[in-house]
C-alpha cells in the first residue's frame, strides 16, 4: 500500500477516487497486479476558503476565487472609507482568510473657513 499525500493548501481529490488517499496494489484474476483504487485519478486540489466573508457596510468585497491563494478586496462607497487598513485578505492553506474583515467607516468633510471681509 502507497498512502498519497497533499502539500499544504492542497488536498486529495476525493470526487475522483473516494474518500481515500491509501492506494494497495492487488492481482486481477489473471494475476496482472493493478492498484486500487487507481492511482492514475489521484489528485491534489486547494483547499477550498471558508465562505465567511462578506461585504462591509457601505462597501464591498471582490473575490478572485474561494481556493486556497485566493484574494478578497475591499473597497468602501463614496464618502466612506476603510478604517482598519484591512483591504485585502489571502485564503490560507487551513482554508481560514488572513487578516480582519474592513470596515468601512464616514470621512469627515473638510473644514470651510468662512471667507473675511
Given at each position: 500500500s502507497v498512502a498519497l499525500v497533499c502539500p499544504p493548501g492542497f488536498m486529495f481529490d476525493v470526487a475522483l477516487a473516494g474518500n481515500t488517499s491509501v492506494h494497495t496494489c492487488n492481482l486481477s484474476l489473471n494475476n496482472v497486479p493493478?492498484?486500487?483504487?487507481p492511482i492514475s485519478i489521484a489528485r491534489c486540489v486547494r483547499v477550498p476558503c471558508k465562505p465567511n466573508i462578506t461585504n462591509p457596510s457601505n462597501g464591498q468585497v471582490v473575490k478572485n476565487g474561494s481556493v486556497f491563494e485566493s484574494q478578497a478586496v475591499y473597497t468602501c462607497n463614496s464618502g466612506y472609507m476603510i478604517s482598519?487598513?484591512?483591504?485585502?485578505?489571502?485564503?490560507?492553506?487551513?482554508?481560514?482568510?488572513s487578516g480582519q474583515e474592513a470596515t468601512c467607516d464616514g470621512e469627515c468633510q473638510p473644514?470651510?473657513?468662512p471667507k473675511k471681509c
Open positions: 493493478h492498484w486500487q483504487p482598519n487598513q484591512a483591504t485585502t485578505r489571502t485564503c490560507n492553506a487551513d482554508g481560514e482568510w473644514i470651510v473657513l
